[in-house]
């Protein structure tokens, strides 16, 4: 078993998860660095979304460990968990994340609100992010009246409404056609720099994992780090 | 890539010396090959002879790069007609990474293990390609897309060979 | 629009439904249950007439009249017959002694042979209950050998507690319970004049109850809506038009009510059979009974599909279904009030012309009654909306599981009214009906004088018994803290048609000062009240100037034209004094007071048996059933009865019994339906409320926001309830003629029993909430 490399973020060994009879997870690895943008690519059901909730401390791991700034997630409990993915980490998905009875601009706020911020200081910040995405024009709009494009840039501020130390992307882009994906990973991507977050990204796309620094291949359940294999 | 039409494309926005030709197409489409002044010189002495370019004034001092050209009639209808035409699509075998996933198969080696590196490399190239982009104009962002999509389209094969990888080895083993 | 077109359409639509994979099925299930439920509810309804009318044809054919003036003479074919009807617990065992007198008596209908003397015929749960391991009291009581059971076409139900016992030496007396006849039945069973109001109550006993019934199967052929929507708009992607879809989606609906209908036939029998062997709040019929009256059941079997249809095409009016998806158009417009107000007015216009009606004026118009309770009832379904609407429009600040519950109601204001639609019906037509029961209680309940906590149980014996001393039988029996008997007789100032004559009680001192303060007593002691009771006049003054002391007079004096009697003569004594009668006397039609020792020796044969009075130690549990095992002993005709201060119409209870049994079954099916609603939201948004753990809400927050989801618009449709509950019942108080009385509690408890349902669903949706909070939901497939 390897250490974590030093300095990661975020890291992970020997995963495993089992759905069934399916191996989602079977050994993988995983380390992150701040600032850094991870690509992890591969075929469908290779288990590259399980191995993203794994890191994001949605779903708990078979075996195996994960390190975030040093301390061990997998024996966490659920509400520490919650938490730490409360303060410390941003998501984006394909679809179906945003509440589509709330405006953009409630939405883009709801993390704060769980952190227990105030309603209008809450919405003061979720502008200022929607403004860095481009989308402040849409804040009284509900979700149902916006873009795919509009809505997942909405998605995106709302990720990084917080200043997540991790920013965990799942097909961001996969909705979107090939300009508005561009810009969606565009603006992810210097925000995400600006803040010196770390991105996770999970894509099958390569234009998408261009944006990253380095990539991840799943396959089967097992991860391999394209960097160190060469 | 047709010099001469490209040239003749650029001038049409208004007379240039040589110099200015050649950094003007460097600045849009020489990202990687820029142009020799002798290219642009034979290319201008060409499109003179055949009444596309008319020369428009000499700077003192001498010299072809000193030649102030413009673009003539015949010229503009030239590369109306250049733009009109369709390009031949080209249609090119992924020979070289075909014949070492095959092979790679016939001596019992990790064909996936090549195609993950190739992709690696690939990306290696989209990511420059991505950065360039992300700080440079328009026109930047133009090429780099399209030498993006390129790249792309080689990895989706990739991808997709990946995934028949299994019946490869059987169509090979036989 | 071509019948073939719709028919085609319709058939497209219900094929959609039954090929729909296994979601399609779930959906169909669902549906299907739930239209099913709501049919069997009503098939039942469509029952009862059977019910009522199967039970007394039943009651009529055995009917034996005890008290009829003329009686047959003996004849070969004559029986003679005795009421000998006991009480085990709460539960009526209706009993009689039969003595046939010749080979061609009478059998009672449902028994095959006459039971010979210390035998009897009962009825199978009697059977079953003198089985029982604790019905060793009541086998004492029913000593005799059990020779048959009495079949269905004797008996009422079921679970009826009946027997017939062999008898021999029955005796015809004017005053007893025996009677003498050539064939059982009623001779003439007129119909009895129906109570106008108590008609109204069961008018709107039945219309409150299916008014909910008929909501609930319109909201379950809307099971599974979202979904379906989405298919439809897949189907517009290939085609088809705006009435196609629309009528294939009420051919889907159209599958789910036939579905449903069968399943409801099928659990409307599995409830026949299991309502005919079981017993509910002490009612019992037989399965037979429970046959549907033809029409209407040919009516239901049309009405739901009919509905279905007609209740998808109006609410497909909302939605405009557009080949990339979905869009309410509902949201566009906001509801008006006006025509959400029609219904209202019109039930209230309709129960006007009623008002004053009643007991004196004659009844009241059935079908604007029925007309205008389902107005006010359906105008709740038409308002709810705008008032949920109307109200969360306004609400907005608060923390944050309560925004996203309001903003979710602003949203689908819609959905959340429609879920919440059948329990406001039914709780506001239950608030009209408890004040209407309440108002008019005082109407249907008799005061009957009695203080229970003075004398807990009465014997009356059968026939005139000369029982001296009968008291002390109890006074060593279990549970029996105190007995005293009475005894009375006859008096007169002659031996034969006497000019004065008066009724006299006899009774040990004890027993006598049940009656009147006596200031001191030893037996021997005589005394007359100063006031009688039962007379215009109270002053007892003839009768007092009658016993004088000293005054010859006759006990049991004999009169022409009839039997010779004692005429024992008997002197007033001297010590007799005058006392005042106690105001709550154990008997009012007497005020001569005697102790036994003041009679002759001869004149005891004279003096009858009036019955005997029993305190009775609460702690004992089983007390009157000992009781009851002691008179059965002495006297097997004698009859027992606890005292109660207030005694209800038969009729009254019977429908009020009818009401809490309607209200029980539908606010189950209510709930059940609010349940299935409650888990297709929360499906139709699992991948949203993964999505919101995911990024690290609290599960807290979420299930405090579902919470408010739900106790919002239920709040308002129980405030809405409650005011077209009281606007209702005031009505019907008014139609009545009783004075509006608000019943705070009952309203407050109606408003609490629908809010309890509602907890409880909410609790019953907690956990499939919780499990969908799980980050699978997140996964893609």
């Not at chain 1, 993203?52 to 301390?71: E, F, K, Q, V, W």
């Not at chain 2, 092979?103 to 490399?121: K, P, Y």
């Not at chain 3, 229970?452 to 149980?457: D, E, Y």
């Not at chain 3, 009859?639 to 539908?666: C, P």
């Amino acid at each position: 078993m390897t250490t974590s490399p030093p300095g990661s973020l975020l890291t992970a060994q020997d995963l495993r998860k089992t759905y069934g009879h399916t191996h989602a997870l079977d050994g993988a690895e995983f380390s992150i660095h701040p600032g850094e943008v991870v690509a992890v690519m591969g075929p469908s059901g290779s288990g590259k979304s399980t191995l993203l909730h794994c890191l994001a401390a949605i779903l708990p791991p078979d075996s195996g460990s994960i390190t975030y700034n040093g301390r061990e997630v997998t024996t966490m409990s659920d509400a520490q968990r919650s938490a730490l993915r409360r303060s410390e980490f941003g998501f984006v998905f394909q679809f179906g994340q945003l509440v589509p009875e709330l405006t953009c601009v409630e939405n883009v706020a709801l993390p704060l609100r769980l952190n227990g911020t105030s309603r209008k200081e809450a919405e003061r910040a979720a502008l200022g992010w929607m403004e860095r995405l481009e989308v402040d024009d849409l804040k009284g709009k509900r979700p149902g009246e916006v873009s795919g494009g509009q809505g997942q840039r909405v998605a995106v501020a709302r990720a990084l409404v917080t200043s997540p130390r991790v920013l965990f992307a799942d097909e961001p882009t996969g909705a979107l056609d090939s300009y508005n994906g561009e810009r969606v990973m565009k603006l992810l991507t210097d925000a995400a720099r600006s803040t010196n977050a770390a991105v996770v990204l999970v894509t099958h796309e390569t234009r998408v994992a261009a944006y990253s620094d380095r990539e991840i291949v799943v396959r089967d359940g097992k991860s391999r780090d394209m960097e160190r294999a060469i | 890539m047709s010099i001469g039409h490209t040239l003749l494309g650029i001038l049409e926005s208004g007379p240039r010396h040589g110099y200015d030709l050649k950094r003007a197409f460097d600045e849009k489409f020489g990202h990687d090959r820029p142009l020799h002044y002798g290219q642009v010189y034979s290319t201008m002495s060409r499109l003179l002879k055949n009444g596309l370019v008319e020369v428009d004034g000499i700077e003192a001092g001498g010299g072809p790069e000193r030649k102030r050209y413009a673009i003539t009639d015949a010229g503009i209808t030239d590369v109306e007609q250049w733009l009109a035409t369709p390009q031949k699509p080209e249609e090119y075998l992924q020979s070289a990474l075909y014949t070492k996933v095959v092979l790679a198969l016939l001596t019992h080696r990790d064909a996936a293990d090549i195609l993950d590196t190739q992709r690696s490399e690939h990306l290696r190239s989209m990511r420059i390609l991505t950065d360039r982009k992300r700080k440079g104009d328009l026109a930047d962002q133009l090429i780099c897309d399209h030498a993006l999509f390129h790249l792309e389209a080689d990895l989706r094969w990739l991808e997709l060979t990946a995934a028949r990888l299994d019946k490869l080895r059987e169509a090979v083993a036989r | 629009m071509s019948p073939r077109q719709w028919s085609r359409d319709l058939t497209m639509g219900a094929r959609f439904a039954v090929t729909g994979g296994r979601e399609g099925w779930v959906r169909m299930t669902l549906t299907a249950v739930g239209v099913g439920l709501g049919v069997a509810l009503l098939l039942l309804c469509t029952a009862m007439p059977n019910v009522f009318t199967s039970r007394s044809k039943v009651e009529d054919a055995r009917y034996a009249n005890t008290y009829s003036q003329t009686v047959p003479p003996k004849a070969d074919n004559t029986l003679l017959i005795a009421d000998a009807d006991t009480t085990w617990h709460d539960d009526d065992i209706q009993g009689r002694f039969v003595e046939p007198e010749g080979r061609r008596a009478p059998l009672p209908p449902g028994v095959d042979r006459f039971p010979g003397k210390g035998e009897m015929v009962v009825s199978p749960a009697l059977k079953d209950l003198l089985d029982s391991d604790d019905a060793k009291l009541l086998r004492e009581r029913l000593p005799y050998k059990i020779t048959g059971t009495i079949g269905e076409s004797g008996l009422i139900g079921s679970h009826e507690l009946a027997y017939y016992a062999g008898a021999s030496g029955l005796k015809l007396t004017d005053s007893s319970l025996v009677t003498r006849l050539a064939k059982f039945g009623k001779p003439d069973a007129t119909p009895e004049k129906s109570d106008p109001v108590l008609l109204l109550m069961v008018l709107v006993v039945f219309v409150v109850l299916l008014t909910p019934v008929a909501v609930f199967i319109a909201a379950a052929v809307r099971f599974g809506g979202e979904r379906r929507d989405r298919r439809l708009a897949a189907l517009r992607l290939v085609g088809s038009d705006r009435g196609m879809t629309r009528r294939i989606a009420a051919g889907e609906a159209l599958a789910g009510a036939l579905l449903g209908l069968a399943v409801g036939t099928g659990f409307f029998l599995l409830g026949r059979q299991k309502l005919g062997t079981g017993e509910l709040l002490g009612v019992s019929v037989w399965p037979s009974y429970l046959d549907p009256t033809p029409a209407l059941a040919a009516l239901v079997a049309v009405a739901v599909p009919v509905a279905s249809v007609l209740v998808t095409l109006l609410a497909m009016r909302g939605v405009v279904v557009e080949p990339l998806g979905v869009v309410r158009a509902a949201k566009q417009s906001r509801r008006r009030l006006w025509w959400r107000l029609l219904p209202t007015l019109a039930g209230l216009a309709m129960l006007y012309p009623m008002i004053g009606q009643g007991h004196k004026n004659g009844n009241f118009n059935q079908y604007l009654v029925i007309g205008g309770v389902l107005m006010l009832l359906i105008g709740i379904t038409a308002l709810l909306p705008w008032v949920v609407e109307a109200v969360v429009v306004r609400l907005g600040k608060g923390p944050l599981s309560w925004q996203l519950a309001v903003r979710r109601l602003q949203l689908s204001s819609g959905t959340a009214a429609r879920m919440v639609n059948g329990i406001a019906v039914a709780v506001a037509g239950a608030i009209a009906l408890q004040m209407l029961f309440t108002g008019t209680q005082s109407q249907y309940t008799k005061n009957t004088g009695k203080d229970p906590s003075r004398v807990q149980m009465q014997v009356d014996f059968s026939g005139p018994k000369p029982l001296p001393g009968i008291e002390r039988e109890f006074t060593g029996t279990k549970g029996v803290r105190a007995a005293v008997a009475l005894a009375r007789s006859q008096y007169g100032d002659a031996r034969r048609n006497p000019e004065n004559s008066n009724g006299l009680t006899v009774g040990n001192c004890a027993a006598l000062r049940e009656l009147a303060t006596l200031p001191s007593c030893k037996d021997g002691d005589v005394f007359v009240t100063r006031t009688r009771s039962g007379y215009s006049d109270p002053s007892n003054a003839s009768e007092i100037a009658l016993v004088k002391p000293g005054r010859q007079l006759y006990i049991d004096p004999s009169y022409d034209g009839a039997e010779r009697r004692l005429e024992v003569p008997w002197t007033v004594p001297a010590n007799i004094r005058e006392v005042n009668a106690r105001k709550d006397s154990l008997q009012d039609y007497t005020s001569l007071l005697v102790t036994p020792a003041a009679l002759p020796a001869k004149a005891a044969p004279a003096v009858f048996s009036d019955g005997v009075y029993l305190r009775l130690d609460p702690s004992v549990p089983d007390s009157r059933e000992y009781i009851r095992n002691v008179v059965a002993r002495i006297d097997p005709l004698a009859q027992t009865y606890s005292w109660s201060a207030t005694q209800e119409d038969v009729k009254y209870t019977s429908i009020r019994t009818g009401l809490f049994v309607g209200s029980a079954f539908v606010l189950a099916l209510i709930g059940a339906s609010l349940l299935v609603s409650q888990l297709e939201q929360l499906r139709e948004r699992r991948k949203l409320l993964s999505a919101l753990v995911a990024f690290g809400t609290r599960r807290r927050t979420l299930t405090l926001s579902v919470l408010w989801q739900t106790a919002l618009p239920v709040g308002l449709g129980l405030v809405l309830a409650t005011t077209v509950g009281i606007t209702l019942g005031s009505a019907l108080l008014k139609m009545t003629r009783t004075p509006v009385a608000m019943d705070w509690a009952s309203v407050l408890t109606m408003t609490g029993v629908g809010a309890a349902v509602v907890g409880v669903v909410t609790l019953l949706s907690l956990p499939p909430l919780l499990r969908m909070m799980r980050p699978e939901g997140l996964r893609t497939e």
